[in-house]
């Protein structure tokens, strides 16, 4: 059973300094911004994999929901008020309702599904064990098609007709378009992969410490950028990438143009899942290690509130309101 809780009773004012970081230049010293207070905006889903559970905070209602899940949840995606959840321990995804927060069913899939992507109509499911991408209709799940990939499709992306999917143990990264396969050396271990406007790839290569980058369309490399600290995530954020570094605990802005970072945030002992607000006034920041979910504005880069999770927060989600 549910159990709504206020967010008001677990919420905790938290305010930690910039710090400035040396990276391929030299960063003038920058002095920490007071962190401004967090606005509520929208509902944010996370995924806690120990606790093999969803956590609907709804910021706006001021109302906190957990959901018991089959197993531990992995990549998520939403389409038209239904969130599709990997569980790849379980070998099946879970269909949520987004309204009533409830799990509606499960699609059983052998071969370890982690990676997930949507185009609206159809669902990209990554098989790590497989070596495939399965393509589902959304609406019903119906499998439409098979695409062979390299070892351990971990991550997988869209843009427009290509798929895009990091090859963790071949420590490369694919373009599948329809007419062709487009196959780069990425780095080690490559965990997350991210489209930079319409232009470049982002991959972030948690074995060697790195945040590759490649010229879409014909997928040139253009930069690799040593961040190190085991970078296990990396989106977009305008015209910089954000990447949470595992070892160090920290989210840190990577300006790709200058060719350095701009701000280094604490967030806690294994940080992992990323995922802004509607607004973009908002980062949220989980920590695995510390069972914390931390709010960041996106001017100053301080965290302004700590909510508690439950056990082993990674991916999330921000939607708008309910």
């Given at each position: 059973m549910n159990h709504p809780k206020r967010l008001n009773r677990i919420a905790t004012a938290a305010m930690i300094p910039l710090v400035a970081v040396g990276f391929f230049v030299a960063l003038r010293a920058m002095d920490p911004e007071p962190a401004p207070p967090f606005v509520p905006e929208g509902?944010?889903?996370?995924?806690n994999l120990r606790d093999e559970s969803l956590t609907?905070?709804?910021?706006?209602?001021?109302?906190?929901?957990?959901?018991?899940?089959?197993?531990?949840?992995?990549e998520m995606v939403?389409?038209?008020g239904t969130l599709f959840v990997t569980l790849g321990r379980k070998d099946a995804i879970g269909q949520v309702n987004l309204a009533s927060r409830t799990v509606e069913r499960y699609l059983v899939?052998?071969?370890?599904?982690?990676?997930?992507?949507?185009?609206?109509?159809?669902?990209?499911?990554?098989?790590?064990?497989?070596?495939?991408?399965?393509?589902?209709?959304a609406l019903t799940l119906a499998e439409s098609e098979r695409i062979a990939t390299g070892d351990t499709p971990h991550a997988i992306t869209l843009l427009g007709d290509t798929i895009f999917v990091a090859n963790s143990r071949d420590g490369t990264v694919g373009a599948i378009g329809s007419l062709s396969t487009v196959t780069r050396a990425s780095g080690?271990?490559?965990e997350s992969?991210?489209?930079?406007?319409?232009?470049?790839?982002?991959?972030?290569?948690?074995?060697?410490?790195?945040?590759?980058?490649?010229?879409?369309?014909?997928?040139?490399?253009?930069?690799?950028?040593?961040?190190?600290?085991?970078?296990?995530?990396?989106?977009?954020?305008?015209?910089?990438?954000?990447v949470a570094r595992s070892q160090f605990g920290d989210v840190v802005v990577l300006d790709p143009v200058g060719g350095g970072l701009r701000?280094?945030?604490?967030?806690?002992?294994?940080?992992?899942?990323?995922?802004v607000a509607p607004s973009g006034s908002w980062l949220a920041a989980a920590s695995n290690g510390e069972n914390m979910l931390r709010m960041i504005g996106t001017e100053e880069w301080t965290v302004s509130m700590s909510y508690p999770t439950a056990d082993g927060p990674g991916s999330c989600l921000w939607l708008p309101a309910n």
């Open positions: 509902q944010l889903v996370l995924a609907f905070f709804d910021f706006e209602a001021g109302e906190r929901v957990d959901v018991e899940l089959a197993g531990p949840p992995h939403q389409v038209a899939m052998a071969g370890s599904p982690h990676g997930i992507a949507t185009d609206g109509k159809r669902l990209f499911v990554s098989l790590d064990e497989a070596g495939e991408i399965v393509v589902l209709d080690t271990l490559p992969v991210a489209v930079a406007g319409a232009a470049s790839l982002a991959v972030a290569n948690t074995g060697d410490g790195t945040v590759a980058l490649f010229a879409l369309p014909g997928m040139e490399r253009a930069a690799v950028y040593v961040v190190e600290g085991r970078p296990v995530r990396v989106i977009p954020f305008g015209n910089d990438l954000l701000a280094s945030v604490t967030v806690g002992r294994l940080s992992d899942g990323l995922c």
